[in-house]
């Protein structure tokens, strides 16, 4: 799968700080996501980037490139992904640098970001069969409206979770009860988000060409 992304607001926020943050957050996702990238991301143009992204994994990458991003800005900063399914026509060993690579799956994620930027969505996916890319959208509408609430202290609560995976260790960590943590994750929207993003990966996973 293809993933395109640019930044939202970046102009607002500080182009060239902007640009910092990216680089810095593509990195990092670089170095967490290995195994899960075919071509790593690689950032274009300073507010922009690009990948090559194993289904399975899509939405982890995903969802950690868009919390560190606000988490990074205090909240100020965002990035509209458009994530495109189908054929690459080059093998992918050995390729570093997805501007390199042509085929049906960049066109469109092409399509999907244009879609994203047109119709303001953070998420957008293009090139599946028409019921998985009407499924994935309409999920991602309702992720979307959870994200739009979450202060970047629900953020950072949110991806250690997501790296945790575990309500009592995230607990133990903040040194507050089970209970207290389970009851913030749960009516901030964090589990429903994070169950609702793994049953994606699923999907899209069995879409894979």
Known sequence: MVIN?????SRVYGADAAARLLASVVREANGKFTDALAVPLRVI????????????SAMKVVFFMQARLVVGSNGRLLSRFGMGIGAIDQN????????LLTGPAFV??????????????????????????????GAFGLVEFIWDRWSPEV???????DELEDVGT????LDV??????????RRGVLAV?????GLEGLLEREEP
């Open 177 to 186: 009860s089970y209970q207290a943590v389970h009851k913030q994750l749960h």
């Open 45 to 56: 143009q300073g507010d922009a980037f690009q990948g090559v992204v194993k289904a399975d």
């Open 5 to 9: 992304g640019d930044l939202v607001a």
């Open 170 to 173: 995230l607990a133990e960590e």
């Open 155 to 161: 953020w950072r609560r949110a991806i250690r979770y």
């Open 92 to 99: 992918l060993e050995g390729v570093s640098d997805p501007a």
């Open 194 to 198: 994070r169950e609702a993003l793994l």
């Open 108 to 137: 469109a994620a092409a399509e999907a970001l244009a879609l994203a930027r047109k119709e303001k969505r953070q998420l957008v996916l293009k090139g599946g069969a028409e019921h998985l890319d009407e499924a994935a959208n």
